[in-house]
């Protein structure tokens, strides 16, 4: 493990620190804005509710659509890194959601919050970050009230072989290359796809979270299987 996947502060977060002015146009350029249909899909399987967590929330863009489309009272953010998050406070007041998205410091390894404090937990291309995914998802667990939803979106890989060979070259080569070029930050972008390449996607990751306690498990490929949604209940 590298020191920047040892998670903290001085590893993930200073790195999503350092590429966070050029990660939404990345985001939405590097995918031809597809992240935000792929966001819009997941918050539809969301079931309405009062408080919800959105970890590693990054520039608020999942929290902001489940705001738009009424699935929350209220979103509370946590994640690692401060500047990913003031961005996401300059965005949520232009969007006039200051009072209804909060953005907090912390670590989804250990969360300040109670037991059971929120109805649904969210995490949308988070996961493959924690340096300890069971940790991660064992405190998503404890926060989440008893029947409450986890909704996860990750990074998969297509099961087409054609488009799978075209989608490998564009995301082992082009991205990579891209992405290093206009954040400044080569390192991150290699890394964004030996993270993709780690992750247990699938059933895999529907049994990590059986094993951490979670039920009624699910998973929806989107765009050919680039990315999944998993839904998951405590
Ligand atoms: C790829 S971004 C995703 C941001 C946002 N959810 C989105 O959909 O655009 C990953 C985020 O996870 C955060 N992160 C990584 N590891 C974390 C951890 N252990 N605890 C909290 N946040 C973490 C990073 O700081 C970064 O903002």
Redesign the pocket.
């Known amino acids: 493990m590298n020191k920047m996947e040892a ?2 502060r001085d ?3 200073a ?3 350092s590429i ?1 002015g050029t ?2 146009l990345l ?1 939405h350029g590097l995918s031809f804005n597809i ?1 935000k249909r792929w ?1 819009r899909k997941a918050v539809r399987m969301l079931a309405p509710c009062g408080e919800l967590l ?10 902001f659509e489940i705001i738009r489309q009424g699935k929350a009272e209220h979103v509370t ?5 401060v500047e ?2 003031r961005i996401g406070r300059e965005k949520a007041r232009a969007r006039n959601m200051s009072e209804r998205v909060s953005f907090e410091e ?4 250990s969360l300040p919050y109670a037991d059971g404090r929120f109805d649904a937990v ?5 996961v493959r ?3 300890d995914r069971e940790a ?1 998802l064992k405190e998503m667990r404890r926060v989440l009230s008893p029947g409450g939803q986890l909704l996860v ?1 990750e990074f998969s890989h297509p099961s087409v072989p054609l488009f799978r060979g075209l989608y490998n070259m564009y995301f082992n080569h082009l991205l990579p290359f891209v992405g290093g070029l206009v954040s400044g930050n080569r390192e991150a972008y290699r890394y ?1 796809n030996r993270s993709v390449r780690e992750f247990p996607e699938g059933e895999g990751f529907l049994e990590l979270l059986r094993s951490t306690g979670f039920v009624r498990t699910e998973q929806r490929r989107l765009s050919f299987g680039i990315v999944t949604i998993y839904m998951a209940t405590k």
């Open positions: 998670g903290g590893g993930i977060g790195m999503f620190d966070s990660y939404d985001n992240d966001r959105d970890v590693a929330v990054g520039t608020g863009d999942l929290a953010g946590a994640d690692l890194s990913m998050m912390a670590s989804a390894l969210t995490c949308a291309f988070g970050n924690f340096s991660g979106l964004l």
